[in-house]
T-cell receptor, first 107, second 113 residues
Framework: AQRVTQPEKLLSVFKGAPVELKCNYS??????LFWYVQYSRQRLQLLLR??SRESIKGFTADLNKGETSFHLKKPFAQEEDSAMYYC?????????FGKGTMLLVSP | NAGVTQTPKFQVLKTGQSMTLQCAQD?????MYWYRQDPGMGLRLIYY???????DKGEVPNGYNVSRLNKREFSLRLESAAPSQTSVYFC????????????FGPGTRLTVT
């Protein structure tokens, strides 16, 4: 069975501070990993996926197969980054989500 | 292009009542999904339809039924609502292939008293 673990329910930082949202996974095959974001009163949307190796809104995420991790990072947090972030793994025809981490960026 | 739409946005039911949540997408996607979102639990898959004419159980299917009416529409039915089904329900759709991106609807907030 596949599993996604996000160990932090809440991460609170000040504007300009670095951010790292942790994600670990368990999957027997070759994983396809994603980060989804849900801003207040908005629908869930894709932030980035590991296969594209892109940076979106200053966020990056690197797949580390040895540590089975896909942590989301941003060097300088902005107030508009405040949202709920979900790590997700695609496998066996379905997307499995972690429980989510709420990021709060204070001025 | 509305993307994924859901009706209703809010609903209050009494225990034992039934209702159907509607979902439609206009992106010509083959796959559609129903999730529930609960505090501290993240999103959990209830049912999905990989393609028109097929449906499969997800992680938490008990108490629910689904119908893939056509390629555009995928409904979720609660036959006898229970307080444990109080949640926010999200519908999503995606294409089959390397993209795997799922597009979500705005959600339905359901309260069962």
């Amino acid at each position: 069975a596949q599993r996604v673990t996000q160990p932090e329910k809440l991460l609170s930082v000040f504007k300009g501070a670095p951010v790292e949202l942790k994600c670990n996974y368990s999957y027997s095959g070759s994983p396809e990993l994603f980060w989804y974001v849900q801003y207040s009163r908005q629908r869930l949307q894709l932030l980035l996926r590991h296969i594209s190796r892109e940076s979106i809104k200053g966020f990056t995420a690197d797949l580390n197969k040895g540590e089975t991790s896909f942590h989301l990072k941003k060097p300088f947090a902005q107030e508009e980054d405040s949202a709920m972030y979900y790590c997700a793994l695609y496998g066996y025809s379905t997307l499995t989500f972690g429980k989510g981490t709420m990021l709060l960026v204070s001025p | 292009n509305a993307g994924v739409t859901q009706t209703p946005k809010f609903q209050v039911l009494k225990t034992g009542q039934s209702m159907t949540l509607q979902c439609a997408q206009d992106m010509n996607h083959n796959s559609m999904y129903w999730y529930r979102q609960d505090p501290g639990m993240g999103l959990r898959l209830i049912y999905y339809s990989a393609s028109e004419g097929t449906t499969d159980k997800g992680e938490v299917p008990n108490g629910y039924n689904v119908s893939r009416l056509n390629k555009r529409e995928f409904s979720l039915r609660l036959e006898s609502a229970a307080p444990s089904q109080t949640s926010v329900y999200f519908c999503a759709s995606s294409e089959i292939g390397i993209s795997y991106e799922q597009y979500f609807g705005p959600g339905t907030r359901l309260t069962v008293t």
